[in-house]
């Protein structure tokens, strides 16, 4: 073949891309119901944003994302995600200033050069949601019970994890705590943990390799060294889960692969995608409006992966839907047009069949295409003035007299 898209890059062709749509259908359903309004954002940024805000040490920013020089010299970044986009979209425009409190979704592409495998793409999709103006833990809760309710809808099964990766206060000396920790296992890492674990020692804890993960398992733990206000957020955060009947299970290790995280963190994982688990994460960001320039803002959000999602849920059966109009003859297939244009204005889905083939072959077409019913128009119909109207899953056919009586009956 000549042309082929890229690695890690599908397309997403019927019936496949209407599952994309059922997807981001029911999400969307879900956040505006919630008070989310969406928010159409660049797929290119300025590199440096996302160096910023998701971190020179992350993983992202040092080996995945894709930059370039544009033509006019500006470094510039495919997004590998949409928060930092978000961040500096409302302090851009001064949203602060204008809303009491902030609430916005965003769907679209995210690009990552990684290995590509099942649910691990080069160009992938994500659904979004953030939170901006709120500091209290009924935010957190209120955010994950709607993350929670997207993913109960499109029916993925996933256990949510749930910790607390404290703040500025609290976390240097749990940071301390963890180099030491670390700094007697380091036979035990792996090459890329050994690299990192002075510069962003609570990546370790993220790591998928074997070995690393059972240094972890007896690592120290940073709920034990979360200050006060930390420690309050999180229980109040735990209550209202509870309050809204999410189930969820706390994991003290569990940490996000971006920089900015504050105190609450979370992660939805199905047992079903092998070492892809994730579908949908996010927590809680206080300091990182400020450090794209704006003022100090909490806020929080999370992003789902669709990809991973879609892997998740069954095939669509398609539904028969919409009219094949099926002529034979210059007369008829005059008749057929103006049923076609009639029946669209109308609001129904109609097409026809432009080849004019035998009237076998263009049923067989209908019903390839799941159409719900034929009109047919042959020579009888021409000269008797009817249509004849045909139910392509029962077979039943019946005559109709005007386009009015047609409209009727489908
Ligand atoms: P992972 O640990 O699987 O690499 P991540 O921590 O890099 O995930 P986030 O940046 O938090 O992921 O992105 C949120 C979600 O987006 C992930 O939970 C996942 O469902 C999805 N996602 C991330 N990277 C990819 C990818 N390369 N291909 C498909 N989906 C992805
Ligand atoms: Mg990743």
């Not at 690695?7 to 019936?15: Q, S, T």
């Not at 993960?213 to 979360?226: C, F, G, M, R």
Request: proline share 4%; charged share 30%; hydrophobic share 40%.
């Amino acid at each position: 073949m000549e042309y082929r898209a890229l690695r890690g890059v599908e397309d997403l062709i019927p019936p496949e891309s209407l599952k994309y749509e059922r997807v981001v259908d029911t999400f969307k359903e879900v956040v505006e119901r919630a008070g989310f309004s969406e928010v159409i954002l660049p797929i290119f940024e300025e590199a440096r944003l996302f160096t910023r805000s998701v971190g020179e040490s992350s993983d992202i920013v040092n080996k995945e994302m894709y930059v370039f020089e544009d033509k006019g010299g500006r470094v510039v970044a495919l997004r590998p995600e949409g928060t930092a986009s978000a961040v500096r979209a409302y302090v851009e425009h001064g949203v602060y200033a204008k809303e009491p409190f902030t609430k916005w979704f965003y769907v679209g592409p995210m690009f990552r050069f990684e290995r590509p495998q099942a649910g691990r793409k080069r160009q992938f999709f994500q659904a979004g949601a953030e939170v901006f103006g709120f500091s209290q833990p009924g935010a957190d809760a209120e955010l994950i019970k709607v993350a929670d309710t997207v993913l109960k809808e499109l029916s993925v099964e996933a256990v949510l994890e749930v910790n607390s990766i404290g703040c500025r206060e609290c976390r240097p000396a749990y940071r301390e705590a963890l180099i030491n920790f670390l700094m007697s296992k380091l036979n035990f890492l792996c090459p890329d943990c050994v690299r990192r674990f002075e510069k962003n020692p609570l990546r370790v804890l993220d790591c998928k390799n074997e070995s690393c993960q059972k240094v972890v398992s007896q690592a120290p733990k940073i709920t034990d060294y979360l200050c006060s206000e930390c420690r309050e957020h999180y229980e109040k955060v735990k209550e209202y889960l509870n309050l809204f009947k999410v189930e969820f299970k706390e994991n003290p290790f569990l940490v996000r692969g971006l920089d900015y995280y504050t105190r609450t963190v979370f992660e939805f994982k199905s047992s079903q995608l092998g070492a892809q688990s994730t579908v949908l994460a996010g927590g809680r960001y206080d300091y990182l409006v400020e450090e794209i320039g704006g003022p100090q803002v909490p806020a929080l959000g999370f992003a789902m992966g669709i990809d991973r999602v879609m892997l998740l849920i069954p095939e669509l059966e398609v539904e028969r839907r919409g009219v094949f109009v099926v002529t034979r003859g210059e007369e008829a297939y005059r008749r057929g047009l103006e049923v076609v244009n009639f029946l669209r204005s109308k609001g129904i889905r109609a097409e026809i069949d432009h080849r004019q083939g035998s009237f076998k072959a263009q049923m067989k077409a209908a019903d390839r295409l799941k159409v719900k019913f034929a009109v047919i128009i042959g020579q009888d119909e021409v000269e008797g003035e009817f249509y004849s109207l045909k139910e392509l899953s029962t077979g039943k056919q019946e005559r109709v007299e005007s386009l009015k009586e047609l409209l009727a009956r489908l």
